[in-house]
């Protein structure tokens, strides 16, 4: 079921606007991983060359798979609010008793070795399609926020505008593999009629694949429809250009909007990433092995009941944990149990042959602080190491997910650069052996000077846009900016160079037309 990107590169996608030779693009992402990220070319998605980190042993996975199947079969799950789903389960031989399905032992595992372990996200760039699966790790911005921190310092309520804007940074940022979803939430367009706008966006300011609406089947349809307007019918229905987020409603509940959101995208072959979203002790048992156990039950539901819908159709075993203070009841980040809840949940994703969604750049700080650094640094490197596949809100997210901030995208998305060249592992090249400097240099003096870092240091290490680490009193004479301030000037530099990325007028003005009338279909909604 995997296909590589090569194979795909010249066909399906309606224009050919935006494509680079292979070398002008090799050269360009070269000179974007020296500097650490300025805008400019999109890296390639990562291939990581280096070992995931596991926690649990064989005893322990089979533990948490006998204990999940018990939860299956014993509690069930329930599928609210829609006949349809829960005809489908009593047809594949379940038990179902009013909206709870009881799963038999092993059915749930027997539906998914249809689903395929890798597969390809396509963009409208065909140069900018990426693998989901294997070793691949793409990272996606933040997601669902309907608060922003501007520019100015105001937590306000997000606009239209700051959408764009973050689909503008995340399409100019080298080291993010997609432009996301819900990148915050414009709260200045009807509820109804804002999936079109932001869809719209998407295809409009960005050529990185994206992600569609799911907060109504309706509004999934007219996702596809537009997918379709870009990308051609035959090729949508063949491919996968969407993923879509599918959360359960833990614990064990899916309901009416997600299952319908997921049955319109699964039929079109299009791919969900099935979540629960756990706040441990609220959500799930406040023990991790207790919450692995509920995160593998709910995964295994869903996610097989995609292949109910359309044997093939591409999902992804997911994950959002997190903890929460046992005093206040806030969410917590950064802290070691949803570590490890993600590392033992990638495995169990590994062990069905699903890819894995977890973690990103989390924090629960109110600004892009100190609090916020820790906490985000210690999600993103648990989510590299436990070999996660598709990373959301691994850019701009802020206050336990309240706030996309500008600021915070600019900061992480240089850790994402720095994040893609770990992922690299050690070169063992016969240059990156360095015997000859060795030799040259010998005992007791440097390499400053010498022939290999002459000719290395163009790319030796990773060069950071934002960090300052020149002397005291150079940080003083340009004005002892902190790092929030820096991101602040390199993020509005950025979007004064934005320039938008070729889409044939033909096709923009037919998804003009067809938001157009959609819009027109329907009075506005804000509730």
Request: aromatic share 8%; hydrophobic share 40%; charged share 20%.
């Amino acid at each position: 079921m995997s296909e590589g990107i090569e194979q795909v590169a010249g066909e399906g996608t309606p224009e050919g606007g935006g494509r680079r030779s292979r070398e002008g693009r090799g050269a360009a992402a070269r000179r974007a991983s020296r500097t650490g990220g300025g805008p400019g070319p999109s890296l390639p998605y990562i291939t990581r060359k280096i070992r995931e980190y596991e926690v649990l042993d064989e005893e322990g996975l089979q533990l948490i798979e006998a204990n999940a199947d018990l939860i299956l079969e014993e509690i069930g799950i329930e599928f609210r609010e829609d006949p349809e789903a829960l005809q489908l389960w009593r047809d594949a031989g379940a038990d179902v008793r009013g909206e709870r399905v009881h799963f038999p032992k092993g059915l749930c595992r027997e539906l998914l070795k249809t689903a395929p372990s890798q597969f390809t996200w396509h963009a409208r760039n065909p140069e900018r399609s990426v693998q989901i699966g294997g070793k691949a790790t793409v990272f996606v911005p933040v997601y669902g926020p309907p608060f922003v921190r501007d520019l100015e310092g105001n937590r306000r309520y997000a606009t239209i505008e700051d959408f764009r804007n973050f689909v503008k940074l995340a399409y100019m940022a080298p080291s993010m593999h997609s432009s996301g979803g819900t990148v915050c939430e414009p709260v200045d367009v009807p509820v109804n009629k804002r999936h079109l706008d932001m869809v719209y966006s998407h295809l409009k300011y960005s050529d990185k694949p994206f992600m569609g609406s799911v907060t109504a089947p309706e509004r999934a349809e007219d996702s596809i429809a537009m997918a379709k307007i870009v990308f051609g019918d035959e090729f949508v229905e063949n491919n996968t250009v969407m993923m879509n987020l599918i959360n359960a409603n833990s614990p064990m509940v899916f309901d009416e909007t997600m299952v319908g959101a997921l049955k319109v995208y699964a039929r079109h072959n299009q791919a969900c990433v099935v979540s629960p979203f756990i706040l441990s002790g609220a959500m799930s048992p406040v023990t991790v092995a207790g919450t692995l156990t509920q995160i593998l039950a709910e995964v295994l539901a869903g996610a097989s009941f995609t292949q109910l819908i359309r044997k093939g159709a591409p999902v992804l075993f997911g994950t959002f944990a997190a903890s929460i203070s046992m005093q206040s009841g806030a969410p917590t980040f950064g802290s070691p149990e949803p570590s490890l809840v993600s590392y033992g949940a990638a495995q169990l994703a590994r062990r069905l042959g699903l890819p894995f969604r977890t973690g990103g750049s989390l924090c629960g700080s109110k600004v892009p602080d100190a609090q916020a650094a820790h906490e985000s640094a210690n999600t993103l490197n648990m989510t590299l190491l436990a070999g996660t596949n598709f990373v959301l809100h691994a850019a701009g997210w802020l206050e336990g997910g309240l706030v996309s901030s500008y600021e915070k995208f600019m900061i992480d998305q240089d850790q994402l650069g720095m994040m893609q060249k770990f992922a690299e592992g050690i070169d063992l090249s016969e240059n990156a052996q360095a015997l000859d400097a060795i030799r040259e240099v010998g005992p007791g003096s440097h390499y400053l000077g010498c022939a290999h870092t002459q000719a290395n240091f163009q790319t030796a290490f990773y060069r950071s846009p934002l960090a300052d680490n020149n002397s005291f009193e150079q940080w003083e004479i340009e004005g002892q900016k902190r790092i929030e301030e820096r991101a602040n000037a390199l993020c509005r530099s950025w979007l004064e160079s934005y320039e938008a990325p070729h889409l044939d007028p033909a096709i923009d003005d037919a998804l003009l037309a067809f938001i157009k009338e959609r819009k027109d279909s329907m009075p506005d909604a804000f509730t």
